[in-house]
């Protein structure tokens, strides 16, 4: 290689906000970029002789050391992790690592490490509902078309949860009242739900629970009435009872959506026409 060829190599390197560092055998420095002196607030100089912890702490050391022994016995290694900074907001980064070799012996690695925060938050914002941290809608719809679309032939349970006369608790207390119980409704929901399914918020006050392999008409019942009664039982707010009607019906890789979703809608409008506060499996 030339030397202009070799100093294109290195600008390329030294101009990209990427962390590149190599290291030897005993996991020390023997590069790392100027991005990656500037975001450890070392400089180059410093970094090459000190072993890896001593640069990412221990504890980040630990959780890679499997990456590193890997690649020391000749791996190449990609991976997705993130940790918590200091101030409690997560960092997620992608990492490569790829062994150096001299003349068919091992002698350290390359590393590179990508800042992908950015991109996860915006995965997690396009997920997520921000009101009640619950997966949205479009996370709904995409999991109950993969249920739809599998080769999975078990029967699964949806039901549709809705907060009864929510429009007035909205007018009698506020907006931000409303909100408030929005939230705890939700964490009631995912409390009682927990490991059996998943939960959705899919509109104002309506939530989707979707409860995978599960279609035994007692349990059902008995899940949606416990949820029923747990909600009816909280204090949702300090002057208003709060209590929620619930739809539900059962359905398999052959169901289909529309008539799925119409069919739940039934399920809750019947409850809603029964009094509210109960729960109706079609
Ligand atoms: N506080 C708050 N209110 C919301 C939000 N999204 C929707 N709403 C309100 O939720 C209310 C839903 O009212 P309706 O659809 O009439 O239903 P309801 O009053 O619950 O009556 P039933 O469902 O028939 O028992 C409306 O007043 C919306 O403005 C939200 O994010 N926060």
Redo the contacts with the bound molecule.
């Keep these: 290689m030339s030397q202009l060829e070799l100093d294109t190599y290195k600008q390329l390197v030294e101009t990209t906000p990427v962390l590149f560092y190599v290291v030897d055998v005993n996991l020390n420095y023997t590069y790392i970029s100027p991005f990656f002196a500037r975001i450890h607030n070392i400089t180059q100089e410093e970094a090459v002789g000190l072993c890896i912890s001593d640069v990412i702490g221990e504890e980040g050391f630990k959780g890679n050391f499997p990456h590193y022994q890997a690649v020391l016995n000749g791996e190449s290694i990609a991976y997705d992790s993130f940790f918590i900074k200091p101030d409690g907001n997560p960092h997620y980064y992608h990492a490569i690592y790829t062994p150096l070799e001299d003349s068919g012996e091992i002698i350290g690695f390359t590393g590179v490490v990508i800042d992908t925060t950015a991109e996860k938050t915006l995965d997690r914002l396009a997920k997520t509902d921000e009101?009640t941290s619950l997966k949205n809608r479009r996370e709904f719809e995409a999991y109950l078309e993969s249920l739809l679309k599998s080769d999975d032939a078990q029967n699964h349970t949806l039901l549709l949860v809705?907060?009864?006369?929510?429009?007035?608790?909205?007018?009698d207390l506020g907006?931000?009242?409303?909100?408030k119980?929005?939230v705890k409704f939700a964490r009631i929901l995912e409390g009682t739900i927990a490991s059996a399914g998943d939960v959705y918020r899919v509109?104002?006050?309506e939530f989707m629970v979707i409860l995978p392999h599960m279609s035994d008409d007692t349990l059902i019942k008995e899940k949606s009435n416990e949820l029923r009664s747990k909600i009816e039982s909280a204090k949702l707010t300090a002057t208003r009872r709060v209590t929620a009607?619930i739809g539900g019906t059962t359905f398999n890789h052959k169901s289909v959506r529309s008539d799925l979703l119409r069919k739940v809608d039934g399920a809750l409008y019947t409850s809603?026409e029964n009094g509210?506060n109960c729960v109706t499996i079609l």
């Design positions: 009101l809705d907060i009864d006369h929510f429009k007035s608790i909205n007018d907006h931000g009242e409303g909100d119980v929005l509109g104002g006050e009607s809603k509210r």
